[in-house]
């Protein structure tokens, strides 16, 4: 296991649902991301927070909403997704300092959602 | 803009032999560091092993080692001795050091272990 934990682990919603997803780390790190991860594509960032605060918005729809109350929490607020917004969605965290040497990202599990 | 790419969907290897898996990327940037990420079948993303582009000598762990060329813009990852539990999906990223500090990741290459 990496320390980033992701609930629920499969959701399967319809169009007009609003649900949430949630990350979590106990690795003290201080910047949170999350992902998209469809079959064939790139790992398509979303969202990065540092600090808590958001410093990169991919030109993700609105209807993917984030929010980090804190750096040890992250969640996706998801409302009237469509169906190709199904695909694995990954949160991973970091520790940005000014002497930081190795960058590496630690990834959840991921929440394989499914759009109905 | 940068760009990462994996030209091998799918690759295979006989358990205990050595496998490359191939790895471009585009940049303008003097100043980053290039990834390998290991996903195992229903697992977590973890790291395998990451390279500085301001070091000329290859990054090597264990039985993974990388053929870094900076002026070809290639990062291969050779896997020797290869075992079943490298069964995975693998990643190659790239991070930017300068501007904003964004991870960008190729499609993939699946490999599969023959025993």
């Known amino acids: 296991e990496t320390g980033v934990t992701q609930t629920p682990r499969h959701l399967v919603m319809g169009m007009t649902n609003k649900k949430s997803l949630k990350c979590e780390q106990h690795l003290g790190h201080n910047a949170m991301y999350w992902y998209k991860q469809s079959a064939k594509k790139p790992l398509e960032l979303m969202f990065v927070y540092n600090f808590k605060e958001q410093t990169e918005n991919n030109s993700v729809p609105s209807r993917f909403s984030p929010e980090c109350p804190n750096s040890s929490h992250l969640f996706l607020h998801l409302h009237t997704l469509q169906p190709e917004d199904s695909a694995l969605y990954l949160c991973?965290?970091?520790?940005?300092?000014?002497?930081?040497?190795?960058?590496?990202?630690?990834f959840g599990p991921g929440t394989r959602l499914t759009v109905t | 803009a940068q760009t990462v790419t994996q030209s091998q969907p799918e690759m295979s290897v006989q358990e205990a032999e050595t496998v490359t898996l191939s790895c471009t990327y585009d940049t303008s940037e003097s100043d980053y560091y290039l990834f390998w990420y290991k996903q195992p079948p229903s697992r977590q993303m973890i790291l395998v092993i990451r390279q500085e582009a301001y070091k000329q000598q290859n990054a090597t762990e264990n039985r993974f080692s990388v053929n870094f060329q900076k002026a070809a813009k290639s990062f291969s990852l050779k896997i020797s001795d290869s075992q079943l539990g490298d069964a995975a999906m693998y990643f190659c990223a790239y991070l930017n050091l300068s501007g904003t500090y964004k991870y960008i990741f190729g499609t993939g290459t699946r490999l599969k272990v023959l025993a």
């Open positions: 991973a965290s970091s520790l940005r300092t000014e002497s930081q040497l190795n960058y590496e990202q630690y």
